[in-house]
Antibody
């Protein structure tokens, strides 16, 4: 059973860069059957897909955040990461990492989520 | 605004049937996937593809699709089904993932 765990600072100052890491256990991020995504959820609001990284290393981001987002992977550590630059209070949210299945076209495993607050 | 539209809230009497819908142009070409989220928890996959339930999801959950509308039906709703339900699929370009705004299901 694959497990995902987000980690990173819970507080980021405005204009700075938010950085989170997702550590995957019980499965390899190099498996060609899956891709790896970040998804966020502001308090009391819905889910917003941020982007994904494929096993090839190529990435795909939601258009509204594309200019500020970078997702990368470290296969040696079985981790993938999110960087979101120039953050504002609007980026305050619970951030989830998730595994996407090509076959099922679904997110079949999720991390527990980590709250990131943007505030000075 | 999301490219997938869901009713914000739906209620159902205990033991009755409820249908939660998701509308969007991309659903004419791609299946919707459904997630259940309870307060303070991560979303959980409950339906994918044409009508496929992951292991562990009760068979009272079923999925269907017609035109630009996908539906998640709960036949014989239980108290533990009270949650927020999200659909997701691709956007109109087919290259990105989008989520619906979510439907809060109340079991009366």
């Amino acid at each position: 059973q694959v497990q995902l765990q987000e980690s990173g600072p819970g507080l980021v100052k405005p204009s700075q860069t938010l950085s989170l890491t997702c550590t995957v256990s019980g499965g390899s991020i190099s498996s060609g059957s899956y891709y790896w995504s970040w998804i966020r959820q502001p308090a009391g609001k819905g889910l917003e897909w941020i982007g994904r990284i494929y096993t090839s290393g190529s990435t795909n981001y939601t258009p509204s955040l594309k200019s500020r987002v970078t997702i990368s992977a470290d296969t040696s550590k079985n981790q993938f990461s999110l960087k979101l630059s120039s953050v504002t209070a609007a980026d305050t949210a619970v951030y989830y990492c998730a595994r996407g299945s090509w076959l099922q076209e679904s997110f079949d495993s999720w991390g527990q989520g980590t709250l990131v607050t943007v505030s000075s | 605004s999301s490219e997938l539209t869901q009713d914000p809230a739906v209620s159902v009497a205990l033991g009755q049937t409820v249908r939660i819908t998701c509308q969007g142009d991309s659903l004419r070409s791609f299946y919707a996937t459904w997630y259940q989220q309870k307060p303070g928890q991560a979303p959980v996959l409950v339906m994918f593809g044409k009508n496929n339930r992951p292991s562990g999801v009760p068979d009272r959950f079923s999925g269907s699709s017609s035109g630009n509308t996908a539906s998640l039906t709960i036949t014989g709703a239980q108290a533990e089904d009270e949650a927020e339900y999200y659909c997701n699929s691709r956007d109109s370009s087919g290259h990105h993932v989008v989520f619906g705004g979510g439907t809060k299901l109340t079991v009366l």
